[in-house]
């Protein structure tokens, strides 16, 4: 297995536009997280879905961020409207039960 | 809600020397999981090392092992004989038994001098 694909590696947009970022998790892993990381705020989980449904999302900021799992090989986690505060970078992470979670190599996302 | 605490922002260790990494989190659950991951600037997240609560063994890879103290809830990491290439990002992270609430520490920045 490639490990979790995420895409794009970086992406820069201006403010007010749509930011869409996008996960393959782990073959065969059940838990799919998405986790932001800011020097000032550390790793932050914003949201983790168990067999392709949300299971918690009380890490999302705010309304502009939402996520969706339509499949269990594709996951998005979109921005709309983007903001300069929004500038991290994210991270999308699978597991199996139990198990560590196997990160992807991070979306580095600047608002400008 | 679990949370982890890692009471270090920075440390610094002399190259071959030991440096213990400290963490220390909060659960009523008597069976969950802990790790410690590594991120160089690479940025990629790294898993160093895992503990089962129920295991009283304190877990050791190569040079990486474990202080593990359930009632004192304490999951501390010490690196012997230290790289150059242990600098980085620590993170002590926690997972419950479910498989569900997978939270991290702040992290712990290591340098390791020549």
């Known amino acids: 297995d490639a490990g979790v694909i995420q895409s794009p590696r970086h992406e820069v947009t201006e403010m007010g536009q749509e930011v869409t970022l996008r996960c393959k998790p782990i073959?065969?892993?059940?838990?799919l997280f998405w986790y932001r990381q800011t020097m000032m705020r550390g790793l932050e989980l914003l949201i983790y879905?168990?067999?392709?449904?949300?299971?918690?999302d009380s890490g999302m900021p705010e309304d502009r961020f939402s996520a969706k799992m339509p499949n269990a090989s594709f996951s998005t986690l979109k921005i709309q409207p983007s903001e300069p505060r929004d500038s991290a970078v994210y991270f999308c992470?699978?597991?199996?039960?139990?198990?560590?979670?196997?990160f992807g190599q991070g979306t580095r996302l600047t608002v400008v | 809600a679990q949370t982890v605490t890692q009471s270090q922002p920075e440390m610094s260790v002399q190259e071959a020397e030991t440096v213990t990494l400290s963490c220390t989190y909060d659960?009523?659950?008597?069976?969950?999981?802990l790790f410690w991951y590594k991120q160089p600037p690479s940025r990629q997240m790294i898993l160093v090392i895992r503990?089962?609560?129920?295991?009283?063994q304190n877990a050791t890879e190569n040079r990486f092992s474990v202080n593990f103290q359930k009632a004192a809830k304490s999951f501390s990491l010490k690196i012997s004989d230290s790289q150059l290439g242990d600098a980085a990002m620590y993170f002590c992270?926690?997972?419950?038994?479910?498989?569900?609430?997978?939270?991290f520490g702040p992290g712990t920045r290591l340098s390791v001098l020549p």
């Open positions: 992470a699978s597991s199996g039960r139990n198990t560590e979670a196997f």
């Open positions: 073959s065969g892993h059940d838990y």
């Open positions: 879905f168990n067999n392709n449904v949300p299971i918690d």
């Open positions: 659960t009523s659950e008597s069976d969950y999981y």
């Open positions: 503990q089962e609560a129920y295991k009283q």
């Open positions: 992270a926690y997972l419950d038994n479910y498989g569900q609430n997978f939270v």
